[in-house]
């Protein structure tokens, strides 16, 4: 492998479908990884996953639901890149961190998390949003069937990506 890769899953299990990159974090935790990644779940402690992007990754792999307008249980990879993602502009909206602002550290968008690790004036090489369509992000335990079964479809996404990165 070319250098460290850090997949992390990212979600609420407390929110139904939201709990999506967890799972996907967890299974992939299970299974045989190559040499330099580290496979974690995040859960909703963003702040320390900016703080864990400091130890120096080459390429993060970001699980996480993703809202896109689609098909519940649709499966997304998308690439992205620092600074667009730790913009106003970036692929959600989500507004970027000012030096000394109060942040919930139970509530931070993917967004917020990489305009953190920017504004802390880290960066990592390249990163991929396995991302699935949720069918319900309300108060309950539990993935939809649509978004459980998905699951599998970004075990597979992430080792594709992961053999990628291998090349790189």
Do not use: Q, W
């Amino acid at each position: 492998m070319s250098g460290r890769t850090l997949v992390a899953g990212v979600g609420n299990i407390f929110l139904g479908d939201d709990a999506f990159g967890v799972e996907v974090a967890r299974r992939l935790a299970e299974e045989p990884l190559p040499e330099g990644v580290r496979v974690e779940d995040f859960g909703i402690r963003g702040v320390h996953l900016a703080y864990e992007l400091l130890n120096g990754y080459d390429a993060l792999i970001l699980l996480d639901a993703a809202p896109r307008g689609g098909e519940a249980g649709t499966v997304y990879v998308i690439d992205a890149d620092l600074d667009a993602a730790a913009t106003p502009e970036g692929p959600r909206g989500g507004a970027p961190v000012a030096p000394g602002a109060l942040l919930d550290a139970h509530d931070l968008s993917p967004d917020a998390v990489l305009a953190l690790l920017k504004s802390l004036g880290g960066e990592v090489g390249r990163i991929h949003v396995v991302g699935c369509e949720p069918e319900r992000v309300t108060e309950h335990m539990g993935l939809s069937a649509a978004v459980a079964g998905a699951v599998d479809e970004a075990v597979r996404a992430v080792r594709s990506l992961l053999t990628r990165e291998v090349r790189t």
